[in-house]
């Protein structure tokens, strides 16, 4: 039998908590034209989002949504955004990885155009402006377009 970790058994008996998980829940808002999940509670600096789960603990929101999903496996140590945008908590965009894979990934994905990764408000403001957008029922695409360069924003598709 595979051990868990003390994060991984307190994520765990948090998927497991009806009341906690309508808490969570909650702050989650799939808005359209986006498969992103996204988190209207509070976020970290890196634009995460967390969530108390009791007794002064914190988790990170998109982990508390793969425990939930994915109830009864082992939660991985770092979870990878395919979608790039740390205040999605949708487990279809998150993977296991390493920190060198995340860094790797985001040292491939940043120079390109129109990648979130090149937001001009950084990640914590990219997710405050999208948490903004999703709570108001606001146009996404607009709080997205928001936070490119004009480099990002008008760069033509190659094919």
Same mark, same amino acid.
Do not use: K
């Given at each position: 039998?595979?051990?868990?970790?003390?994060?991984?058994?307190?994520?765990?008996?948090?998927?497991?908590?009806?009341?906690?998980?309508?808490?969570?829940?909650?702050?989650?808002?799939?808005?359209?034209?986006?498969?992103?999940?996204?988190?209207?509670?509070?976020?970290?600096?890196?634009?995460?989002?967390?969530?108390?789960?009791?007794?002064?603990?914190?988790?990170?929101?998109?982990?508390?949504?793969?425990?939930?999903?994915?109830?009864?496996?082992?939660?991985?140590?770092?979870?990878?955004?395919?979608?790039?945008?740390?205040?999605?908590?949708?487990?279809?965009?998150?993977?296991?990885?390493?920190? @060198?894979?995340? !860094? #790797? /990934?985001?040292?491939?994905? %940043?120079?390109?155009? *129109?990648?979130? &990764?090149?937001?001009?408000?950084? @990640?914590?403001? !990219? #997710? /405050?402006?999208?948490?903004? %957008?999703?709570?108001? *029922?606001?146009? &996404?695409?607009?709080?997205?377009? @928001?936070?490119?360069?004009?480099?990002?924003?008008?760069?033509?598709?190659?094919?």
């Amino acid at each position: 039998m595979t051990r868990r970790s003390p994060t991984s058994e307190l994520l765990a008996r948090a998927a497991d908590d009806p009341a906690v998980m309508a808490r969570f829940w909650s702050h989650v808002r799939h808005p359209a034209g986006t498969a992103c999940w996204i988190w209207t509670g509070a976020i970290s600096d890196r634009g995460h989002g967390r969530f108390w789960v009791g007794d002064n603990r914190v988790v990170i929101a998109h982990r508390l949504a793969w425990a939930a999903t994915y109830w009864g496996q082992p939660v991985p140590r770092l979870l990878s955004h395919d979608c790039d945008n740390p205040a999605c908590v949708n487990p279809a965009h998150c993977r296991a990885g390493t920190a @060198a894979t995340n !860094r #790797a /990934e985001y040292q491939a994905r %940043a120079g390109m155009p *129109g990648s979130p &990764l090149n937001d001009i408000r950084g @990640a914590r403001g !990219r #997710a /405050e402006a999208l948490r903004a %957008a999703a709570r108001s *029922g606001m146009d &996404l695409d607009a709080a997205i377009t @928001a936070g490119l360069s004009p480099l990002d924003r008008d760069q033509p598709g190659l094919w």
